[in-house]
Structure formats: structure tokens, C-alpha cells
């Protein structure tokens, strides 16, 4: 048997215990499976409480950098969070000292993933990041390894469970935004920043790391065209239900003749597809390759042992020696792709307010018609006489510009009160 | 960039025609992202009629074991089926030579998975056949390294795409089982001897492979108990979807205190699960870990572009360097582990025909008590007065052994035609 693989892990948080639990608790069919024992020689974490893990069997170290730069440390894993500070300072030196990474951070990756893997593989080390994807699903692997002699067409996914679940609550029990948000609160489920949640910047970072490893590209979070929940209204929800969709606030990335189409925005879908179907905290994760079709991989977003799962499977891979650009392929290899916003043509959900006055409706379907947007559906729901009356249009396929143009269109007829919702219907 | 990855491929069927258009028409791709470019030296089939791609460049092989110990063979392509004959021959003179093999061979893996892998290990060789199990889907690699760290707990799937297309068909159309099959026929779903479909032969297999890695255990196929889907009617599909349920030819696999148990049987699933919802041909694979809980694997289980996917996946893997005991864990470590029938109660969904006597449903529920088994529901059908009335029993959880004794006991009342059916209710 080969010498242990010795881990420095910083962050003590719940899914840094979950690891120290793995590694105490799983020691023998770690070693049986990777060839060698796991070791932990030291820790690190921005407090000495108390936690529910025995930690006296390993070297205390205040600081990220010095933890991730010891010589008894073989894989520094970084736990932290965060997508500068300690967390980017302790993997830069790593990296630097030739130890490899593995880490859940996403902020991180979306950020500075471009120079992080041009430093990895200039020093010849490995930097994994299952976790930072989909908790403790399988997906870096299955898109980077099992999917490699793919092209891939399409990624979609729900990636942020804690959105997922608040739209699952506004459906089932009939809440609005503000209750089902105050529910995921209580519960703990968002982040201290709640806007990295709901309003798809957590997701979008996760996107942005699919995309590079999808497409070959750099990771370019900024090409991510976010938009988050929190225009999402229960009557949208129901409207939806009506015409067989549910709302989910869905990832999608593909090339287009324009560039990279990266969006994480509320889209519709059907009710009877796998992503449609998903519910509460759960993530899905939809590839499409040329080869093998539609492959979709579903489980647990978050959480002490899913998390945990997927940091420990990088460093089994670690153990036994599996090496490999972070992103699959030399990261000196990756284009820039320019983003192409909404590229490809979809049909849109519209809903908006309509002024209870003669000849409003025909104002609404002339702007629409002036942008070239022609009606599917449309439906004006019941109303108080000389209120504002909610209509709800589903359009055929559209571009982007198209919408735009028309939503412009509305506001010129001063029939419409104050700005629409528009929603893309995704095919899935 | 390192020196090229030959190929060798044997079997120019529907999958060997699938993976020289991947090597042909992904070159660039393939060489950016394993860093080597992957070419093909020479081709073996059974005949050289002429097929859809362009095998100019190719050295020709009548002979697989000749094809497969070339010296300008690096990887051996085994793509001819069979657990015996060249199959096997060419992959052990593949072994013996020093060639990496990637094969799609559920069959030979079933029956002869442990001395393969010995020999590989024996040689430095890597074995690898993503595409035998569950056709695109990366379900070797999740489980094999994705979920490493876990101690798998269950594994669960759908792995015959031609049984659950009929198994769906009955359902949606009303069918008898023999039109459906007659159906599956027609569309060449079914392999030259379809009891290795429709007997959860083939299934059975992929689950054998699945247990190996998930348990660090033997491949065992002589220990799955195996039942096919011949014997569900219309009938018990109709009533299964009364009581919310769906049927279908249902793989299970998890460790027991008492031993291995593998199933590969209809079982009812609850019809909102993932798996309940699965329809026609796709496959899905559930594995449940300690850390990682449930994670559901969705994609299409056969055909050329995804089962050419999952042998380039291992291509590309052996390309990149990735080297693995066969079955996750080196072979001489895998224990035998006695095979435990059914050792794990479930409720049971039992159907009989009963004579339309008075007491007649008396007798059967004596039988019943006698076992040990209680009823949750029964409930009988319409029939006409003097004929054979349908009875349906769901049972509260019980052993096999529990339920073999009641329908023992079933036999011995004179009142019950023929033998009842009993399908398992598996929790997913």
C-alpha cells in the first residue's frame, strides 16, 4: 500500500465536520478503496469551539495559508467559503507549495476559476470541485469524465435547493413570497446574504462553472444573465399550474452562433418533466450531450453529509492518482466566448396589469404585434370594474429583443401598470 | 502532447459503428480535452459488409484475439457480446498482453467479472465497461468514484429499457402483455433471445456488476433472484395504478445482516417517484449512500449515440491516465458474500383468483393468518356469479418466507385457481 494522502482541512462548519467524519468513521473502506489511508494532520477554523467531532488527534492552525502550506499536508481543503480573502489567499498557496485542492467554494471558482486552474496545472497539481456543484450529486465528474467525448449541446439545472424550495411552498400550501421566505429562513436554509440565494447569484456561480467545463470556455460569471425569484408572485405560480408548467428558477447554458447563452432566471416548464417534477430543496441537474442524449442526475443541493460526499470523493480521486485539467481540458486551452444574451428563440409567459378601460386590450396586442410578437394564449382574469385587471399572455417563439421591444411597447400605451413580469418557457 | 491512444475495435454492430463516428467526428474534441490524440488501428467483425462508416484507414481482423494483441493496439475495444466464445478469448489475450480493455459486455462481466479482474490487476491493465450498465448514464463512474467515500446502503434501478417500454405501454394503451411485446418486437427492441430481456436476464446482470462495486463483493449473478414480467396482466397494472402505484421490472441490491441480497423482479414503486414516473425505454439507477442519501440517475439505456457515449467515457479516461481496480477495489479484496433471499419484509401486492363459493374468502383469509400475514387491503372485483372472482391483498410488511408459506397455504383451501401472482411494494 502506497503512503497515507494527508489532508489539512480549514473550515470546521458543517460540512468540515462531515468530512472529519468520513475520514474517522470510513477509514477502512477509504483505504480499501483508493490503496492508501486518508489522514487528517490539521485543521483550521476561525474559532476553537466546541464541535461534535474529536479533533485533539490533529495540529491546530489559526491561519488558512499556514494550514494549506505544511508539509505534512498532501491535499489542502478548503472549506471556508467566501471568494476572496482566506479562502483565495490559502488556495493560491497551496498551489504554490504543489499541494492539490479540494474545495466546495463556488464564489471562489466563478471568480478567479481561470487563474486558479492556470496556477494548478502550471504546478502540476489537482484542484477538485464536486462539492461547489450540486452538493453531493455527481456532476463535475459525470460532465467533465463520463460525458468527455461528448459535444454538449445544453446544461440545465436547478442548483440552488433553497429556491427550489420556496417556489415548492408558494405552490403547495398556497404562500405568498414574503411567507415562504420567511418559512426558508426559519429553517436556516438561506445564506447570510439571502440575495446569493434568491436571487440566483449562488446558482449562477454553479452555471458559470458548468459552462466552462460544458464548452470549453473560461468561467465567465459575469456572462450570466441573472434574475432572481423575487418577482415571482403565487398567482404567477397558479397560472402556470393551469397551463400544465410549474416555475423553477432554472440554470441553462449553451453555445449559440452569437456566443455563450448563460442564464439563471424563473423560467417555466412542464409540469410532467423531470425538472418539473422536482421538488423542495432537491437539486436536478440535465445534461445534453451529442452522443448520449438527455442524461439527468438528481439528489441532495446541500447539506453536512451530501456535501461532504462529494469533498471526499475528490480526494479519493486524489488517492488514487487520477490527475486532470480543472476544468478538463489545459486551462491555457479555454476560449473566451462572447455572451450571447437570450439567444435562442422561446415562447414567454407575460402577466401584467391592465388598466379597466375601453380599448386597452387592443392597445396591449398592438405592441405586442409592433414587436413582431405573435399571441398563443392570452387570458384576462376576473376583476373589480375600474381596477387594474391582471392578463396573463403566452406568446409563441420569440427572441429576447422581441420581448423587450414589446414590454417597451407597453408602457407607451398607458394602459399598463408598472412593469410586467416575463418569464421564458424552457423545453426540457 | 503525449503520443497517440490506439484503438482496437471488435464488433461493428450498432455500438462499434457509434464509437468509430465519436473517434472520426470528435478528433479535435477528444485530443483537447485527454491532452492525446485517440485513433484507431484496426477493426474486427464478423463480416465485412459494408456499414455506414468509412473503415479505409483501418487494418482489418478476422480474428479478435489477433485484433486484440496487435502491437499497434493500446486499448482493446470488445463490442461482439457473449459471455463465452471470442468475447471472452480476446479480452483475456488482450489482459495477457498488456492492453487496457474497455468492453460493454454485461453478460461476460457477470459470469466471469472476478477472474477479468484479477488477471487486469495481475497485468496493470485497467478494465473498464461504463457502457454495460444502464447504456449513457455514468452510473459505473458515480458509484465507482463519484460516491467513494459512502458506504452504499441500496442501489435501485430501471436497467432494461425493453421491459419498461412494455411495461408502459400496457398502461398507456390498454395493451395485453403479449401485444406489447409484439410491439417491442416489431420495433427490434428485443435481443435475439428475449427471455434475456423480458426474463430480467439482462437486467440482472447490470445489477450483479452494480452490487460488485456498491459492496466491495464477487460478482454474483447466480445469487440474483431473478423474475421476469411475463406474468403481470393488465390487470395487476390497472390495480397497482388504483392504489397510486406503478409496476416495473425492478432491480434491488443492498447488504444484509444475513447476506447479499439481489433482486431483479416486477415490484409496484409509489407512482410519484422518480421511478414511478419513468416511461418507455429510459433507464434510472438510484443509489442510496451513509453521506450523499439518495442520488437518481436518469438517461437512455441503449442505442448507438449513448452506449458509444459510455465507451468513449472510458476511452477518454484511460487517455487522461485514470487507473482503477476493476471493481473499485482491488480484486483479490472483494469478499463472497452469501446470498440472502428477499432477507429485507416489504408489504406485498398479491392477486388470486378464487372460486366464487361461500367461505371461499374465508379459507383465504385463514391462510393468510396462518402465515403470519396481515392484510393492509383486499379488495375483490365484479365478476360473474359461479366463475373465478379476482381477489387483490396488499399485505402489511412481511417476510418472503411469510408470504411463500401463505401461498402455501393458498393451494391447500381447494378455493384458489391457479397460482397467484405476488409482487413486491418497494420503498424508493
Known sequence: MSSPLRLGIAGLGTVGVGVIRIVQNQAELLSARTGRDITISAVCARSQKDRSVDLSGYAWEDDAVALATRDDV???VELMGGENGPAKASI???IAAG??????NKALLAHYGQSVAEAAEAAGVAVRYEAAVAGGI?????????LAANRIERVIGVMNGTCNYILTRMEDAGLSYDEAFAEADGLGYLEADPNLDVGGIDAGHKLSILSAIAFGTQVDFDGVELEGIGNVTIEDIRNAADMGYKIKLLGVAQMTGRGLEQRMSPCLVPATSPLGQLVGGTNMVVLEGDAVGQIVLRGAGAGEGPTASAVMGDVCDIARGLMMPTFGQPATTLRRAPSARAAVPAPYYIRLNLLDKPGAMGKVASALGDAGVSIHRMRQHDHEEGTYAPV??????I?????DQAIEGFA???VVDGTPIALRIERV
Chains 1, 2 share one sequence.
Do not use: N
Not at 99 to 104: D, E, I, L
Not at 138 to 146: C, Y
Not at 392 to 397: D, F
Open 412 to 414: 407607451a400605451t398607458g
Open 138 to 146: 455527481p456532476v463535475i465528474k459525470s460532465l467533465t469524465e463520463g
Open 392 to 397: 396573463v399572455i403566452v406568446t409563441h417563439k
Open 92 to 94: 493560491e498557496a497551496a
Open 99 to 104: 499541494k492539490h485542492v479540494v474545495t466546495a
Open 74 to 76: 498532501d491535499v489542502y
Open 399 to 403: 427572441t429576447r429583443q422581441a420581448l
